[in-house]
C-alpha cells in the first residue's frame, strides 16, 4: 500500500490559510510521521444537506464505527478526512478531497453533489480543517462503508432528530458545535445567492484584487479588458500590510507606483481607477466585509483566484468569468523564480517602466536576498 502523503504547514503559517495563500505554504510529509511529531496538517470536514419534497431540511449524519482508532462509535459531520499533499494545492483541489472521502464513506460520487461552498476553517489541536457544506438531492442512495462507519445509524436525521442527537454525550465536539450553527440559520440561504450589500448594479464600476508582486502584463490584461467593459475599476492591493518577505517583497507604496506608472504609460485617466490597500486580517468569514468596508460600492468583482471567487461569491456578490493569459507564465511566483535564478525572461514579463523602478529599488537583489535567506 502506498503511503499517505499529507499536505503539512508550520504552526507560525497557519494564519496564511485564512487569506487563500496554500501552497505557499504547506509541505509534504507521510501520515505516521507528521502525526508521531505532531505536525499540523490540513484536512477536510463535510456537512451534506438535503432538502425534502416538503422543503424541510435533511441532516447526513455519520456514526463512526466501531473499530476506528479515535471516537468510536460517536457521531460526526457526514465525512472527514486528510488532504493529500500536491503542488500547486488550492481550494479546489482541497474541495476534490472532501468529495473523494464522502464517496469512500457513504458512496455518494462527485457528480451527486449539487453544491459545494466553504464554510469555514478550523483548527483542532494539530489539525487544521476546511469545513464544505454540500447539497444533495432527497433520494440519493446511500452506501456506508461498514468498515468506516455505523451503517444502521449513518444516515440523514430531519431536524428534531438532529437535535436531539446533539444532546447525547458521544458526538465530537466539533462537529457537534458546526451541527448547531448550521441549524440555527436558514439552510436555504446557505446555497442561494442573494445580495446582501448596498451595490447598485449597473453603476460601472468593478473591483479587482491583486497581490502585485510585482504587476506584470497579465495584470494589463486583465485591467484592460475590465475596462473595455466598465466605466470605473477599483483596485486592491492585497496582503497590503507584507512586504520585504519571499512571497511579499514589494511593500504596498512600491506596488501602487507599478500600477500607477504601467497605468499612466497606457493613457489610462487616473479618473478612471483608484487603488486601495487591502490588509490581511487572517479571518476568511470577515474578509469579504472588511474588504467593502474598504473599497465602498461596487457592482461586481473580477478575480482569477478560486479563493476569492468563492468568498465573494458566498456573499450573493456578483463574481465575473475569469479573465487570464498565459497563467503559468505571467505570474508572480514565476517571476520572482526567475529573478533569483538571474534569468532575464522576466523583464519580458514585466512592463518597461515597472521592470526600471524595480531596478531603481534594488528589487532584484532584495528578492535574491530573501532567497538566499528563506
Known amino acids: 500500500m502506498d503511503k499517505e502523503i499529507l499536505a503539512c504547514i508550520a504552526r507560525e503559517n497557519k494564519k496564511f490559510l485564512q487569506s487563500g495563500q496554500i501552497s505557499k505554504y504547506i509541505f509534504p510529509m507521510e501520515r505516521t510521521e507528521a502525526h508521531k511529531k505532531n505536525i499540523c496538517h490540513l484536512i477536510t470536514r463535510f456537512f ?12 447526513l449524519v ?14 460526526t459531520d457526514s465525512s472527514s478526512g486528510h488532504v493529500n499533499w500536491s503542488k500547486n494545492l488550492d481550494l479546489d483541489k482541497i474541495k476534490k478531497n472532501a468529495l473523494r472521502e464522502l464517496e469512500e464513506e457513504f458512496g455518494i460520487p462527485p457528480k451527486d453533489v449539487q453544491k459545494v461552498r466553504i464554510y469555514d476553517i478550523n483548527t483542532e489541536d494539530n489539525e487544521i480543517a476546511y469545513i464544505f457544506l454540500g447539497l444533495v438531492d432527497n433520494n440519493i442512495r446511500l452506501k456506508p462503508d461498514p468498515k468506516e462507519l455505523d451503517v444502521k445509524f449513518s444516515k440523514f436525521y430531519n431536524k428534531a432528530e438532529l437535535k436531539k442527537l446533539l444532546e447525547i454525550e458521544e458526538c465530537i465536539d466539533y462537529s457537534k458545535t458546526i451541527w448547531k450553527n448550521i441549524l440555527n440559520t436558514d439552510a436555504f440561504s446557505l446555497f442561494k445567492k442573494k445580495f446582501n450589500y448596498p451595490i447598485e448594479e449597473g453603476n460601472g464600476i468593478a473591483l479587482f484584487i491583486g497581490r ?48 500607477n506608472l504601467a497605468l499612466e504609460k497606457r493613457n489610462i485617466s ?76 522576466w523583464k519580458s514579463l514585466v512592463p518597461k517602466e515597472v521592470v526600471e523602478l524595480i531596478e531603481e529599488i534594488n528589487g532584484i537583489e532584495r528578492i535574491k536576498s530573501l532567497y538566499e535567506k528563506d
Open 270 to 345: 487616473s479618473m478612471r481607477y483608484k487603488i486601495y490597500n487591502i490588509p490581511d486580517i487572517f479571518n476568511a468569514k470577515r474578509w469579504v466585509d472588511h474588504v467593502i468596508s474598504i473599497v465602498g460600492e461596487f457592482d461586481t468583482i473580477y478575480s482569477n483566484s478560486d479563493w476569492v471567487r468563492e468568498l465573494f461569491s458566498n456573499k450573493g456578490i456578483k463574481v465575473e468569468r475569469k479573465i487570464s493569459i498565459f497563467k503559468k507564465k505571467f505570474n508572480g511566483n514565476n517571476i520572482r523564480n526567475l529573478i533569483v535564478k538571474s534569468d532575464k525572461k
Open 212 to 259: 502585485f508582486q510585482p504587476l506584470h502584463h497579465g495584470h494589463i490584461f486583465i485591467l484592460n479588458n475590465i475596462l473595455k467593459l466598465k466605466k470605473k475599476v477599483k483596485i486592491g492591493i492585497g496582503s497590503s500590510q507584507l512586504s520585504h518577505t519571499l512571497n511579499d517583497p514589494f511593500t504596498s507604496d512600491e506596488r501602487k507606483k507599478f500600477i
Open 48 to 59: 451534506i444537506l438535503s432538502i425534502a419534497p416538503d422543503d424541510s431540511i435533511l441532516y
Open 62 to 75: 455519520q456514526k463512526r464505527g466501531k473499530s476506528k482508532k479515535d471516537f468510536p462509535e460517536y457521531f
